[in-house]
């Protein structure tokens, strides 16, 4: 069976499609932004699923704002409900990072940023061999800056 379309709803039909076009765009978009966010997190840190998750979305960027955290948390499976659950996750978050020196910004209204000297401290004990070299890395703290860190931050 062929339909007719009058030009008015060939109109809506081209204009349907272009919208369906910018919506498979943003998608990809969307989902290139998060391709990073599978990475482990340290294990030296004793973090959850979703603490890793958070850190990981953390560490990638100068800064994530809330949606952006809520999405990474939903993609790990747990869907942020309750506006205060990312706050709570972040909370836990900053007291395991802390013994480690790595620091979480609130960006009140906006989101949270990790300074680029943590973000640093992550990447060099994501980048570790061993929870030893880590450890020592992390120690170090001023000195932690593997050679392509300093150049990528």
């Given at each position: 069976?062929v339909?007719?379309?009058?030009?008015?709803?060939?109109?809506?039909?081209?204009?349907?499609?272009?919208?369906?076009?910018?919506?498979?765009?943003?998608?990809?978009?969307?989902e290139?932004?998060?391709?990073?966010?599978?990475?482990?997190?340290?294990?030296?840190?004793?973090l959850?699923?979703?603490?890793?998750?958070?850190?990981?979305?953390?560490?990638h960027?100068?800064?994530?704002?809330?949606?952006?955290?809520?999405?990474?948390?939903?993609?790990?499976?747990?869907?942020?409900?309750?506006?205060?659950?990312?706050?709570?996750?972040?909370?836990?978050?900053?007291?395991?990072?802390?013994?480690?020196?790595?620091?979480?910004?609130?960006?009140?209204?906006?989101?949270?940023?990790?300074?680029?000297?943590?973000?640093?401290?992550v990447?060099?004990?994501?980048?570790?061999g061993?929870?030893?070299?880590?450890a020592?890395?992390?120690?170090?703290?001023?000195?932690?800056?593997?050679p392509?860190a300093g150049a990528a931050?």
């Amino acid at each position: 069976m062929v339909f007719d379309l009058t030009p008015d709803m060939d109109r809506q039909v081209v204009k349907l499609r272009r919208e369906l076009d910018a919506a498979y765009e943003r998608i990809a978009e969307l989902e290139g932004a998060l391709a990073g966010l599978d990475r482990e997190a340290p294990v030296m840190f004793g973090l959850t699923a979703q603490q890793s998750v958070l850190l990981a979305a953390l560490s990638h960027r100068e800064m994530a704002t809330h949606q952006s955290l809520c999405v990474a948390m939903s993609r790990a499976g747990q869907e942020p409900s309750d506006p205060n659950l990312l706050k709570v996750q972040v909370h836990k978050l900053r007291k395991r990072l802390a013994a480690h020196g790595v620091e979480i910004v609130t960006v009140w209204g906006v989101g949270y940023r990790m300074p680029a000297d943590s973000r640093a401290k992550v990447k060099a004990a994501r980048n570790s061999g061993s929870r030893q070299e880590a450890a020592d890395c992390l120690a170090r703290s001023a000195n932690c800056l593997l050679p392509t860190a300093g150049a990528a931050s």
